[in-house]
């Protein structure tokens, strides 16, 4: 089973995937650092329920374009069956809270905490972007 945590650094590491085999010779990319960020959005998602917790996060990367968000945390919370909320980090610096309703009851998971990073988002940025990060993304796209 595909713990939160690595479904969310291999869909960070896909989309670096895709960014780099569109483009050829030394690739011009940012991301903003979640782990500096993630105190203000487990803030926020404490506002919203006292005992909320990060169920996934995604890093947008900035290339020639600037995305809409840079980063988003989803959050969840045990003593809420129907709502979750967005929490994002906008293009413009400010941050943005969006409760998301549901119809059907949420499937808990294990929530992420810091003790499951090993790197922050420019470093794994960085790593992925050199010669031996591009092999191992490859690899992962041949894997699955």
Sequence with gaps: MITPAKLGIRIILGAML??????????SFEVESLSQHIPEFVQAARAWRQDAYL????????????????LSAHFLSPSEDLESIAVRLMADGSVRVDPLVQTIAIERVDPITESHWMLDSPEALENALDD??????????SSN
Excluded at 18 to 27: D, E, F, K, T
Excluded at 56 to 69: L, N
């Design 18 to 27: 895709i960014a780099a085999c569109s483009r050829s010779g030394r690739l």
């Design 55 to 70: 169920e996934t996060a995604t890093v947008r990367i900035v290339g020639e374009h600037t995305p809409s968000y840079l």
């Design 132 to 141: 031996e990060g591009r092999q191992f993304l490859e690899g992962l796209e």
